[in-house]
């Protein structure tokens, strides 16, 4: 019967956590290069065959978000200092806590002529920061980059094994929890952005979708409540 009350509390918090993560992912539909985040969750059978009291705060059944790397709508912008990537690599940054990853492609320049990131990180190459002799930029599919007439470096345009794990940071980039490598598969686009992979529509149907199973679960949780206290009551 205790199995019973720990399956569905179970249940109700896998329903949370994707509440939470659905209703960020409505949040950031338009922010520049976002990528979705779902929740992957064991089957039932397996989170019920699990369900035993335990010490430990994580709920049978529940894990941590995972990202949606699918691509997202591009538009044309006209800006050469706005990028977007087709394929599946991404933009490498290099920040105070070491190497981070993106799909937002809104660079600038400061005064040194550093390629930095809209929140003022430096843009990578293969060679290190992007640092520009001049004013023009330029870009080609392959990411070569060229300023004043001369070849500058080639953009890190990082790649990962397939199991390799992003972990998204609180400024919004990637951590990854393997190192990267040049991706063999994506073009630079200049003068486009790329938006955020969300629909609306998908995420606000998912997150009903939730709703239900969570009044389900609170439901069974409820029921197996009253059948244990009437066997409590029974019993004495």
């Known amino acids: 019967m205790t199995r019973g009350l720990h399956a569905a509390a179970a249940g109700m918090a896998v329903q949370?956590?994707?509440q939470d993560i659905y209703a960020n992912n409505l949040a950031n539909a338009s922010t520049v290069g976002y990528r979705r985040a779902d929740v992957a969750v064991g089957a039932f059978g397996r989170?019920?065959?699990?369900?035993?009291?335990?010490?430990?705060?994580?709920?049978?059944g529940s894990d941590s978000a995972i990202v949606d790397l699918s691509p997202g709508p591009i538009h044309e912008t006209r800006d050469p200092f706005n990028l977007a990537l087709s394929g599946p690599g991404l933009f490498t940054l290099q920040t105070d806590q070491g190497?981070?990853?993106?799909?937002?492609?809104?660079?600038?320049?400061?005064?040194?002529?550093?390629l930095l990131s809209i929140d003022g990180h430096q843009?990578?190459?293969r060679e290190g920061p992007i640092v520009l002799p001049g004013p023009e930029?330029?870009?080609?599919?392959?990411?070569?980059?060229?300023?004043?007439?001369?070849?500058?470096?080639l953009l890190f345009v990082a790649e990962f094994d397939k199991d390799a794990t992003l972990t998204r940071q609180p400024d919004g980039l990637f951590d990854a929890d393997t190192g990267p490598r040049m991706a063999e598969d994506t073009n630079v686009k200049q003068g486009f952005l790329e938006e955020a992979n969300v629909t609306a529509v998908r995420e606000l149907s998912r997150m009903m979708i939730g709703f239900r199973a969570y009044e389900a679960?609170?439901?069974a949780l409820r029921l197996n409540d009253q059948t244990l206290s009437m066997l409590i009551e029974n019993a004495v």
């Open 123 to 125: 843009v990578m190459g």
């Open 99 to 114: 190497l981070r990853y993106t799909r937002d492609g809104r660079f600038t320049t400061d005064a040194e002529g550093k």
């Open 16 to 18: 949370l956590q994707k």
């Open 47 to 60: 989170s019920l065959s699990q369900a035993q009291p335990s010490s430990s705060s994580r709920l049978p």
């Open 137 to 153: 930029f330029l870009v080609t599919a392959s990411g070569q980059v060229f300023s004043e007439g001369k070849f500058v470096d």
């Open 217 to 219: 679960s609170a439901t």
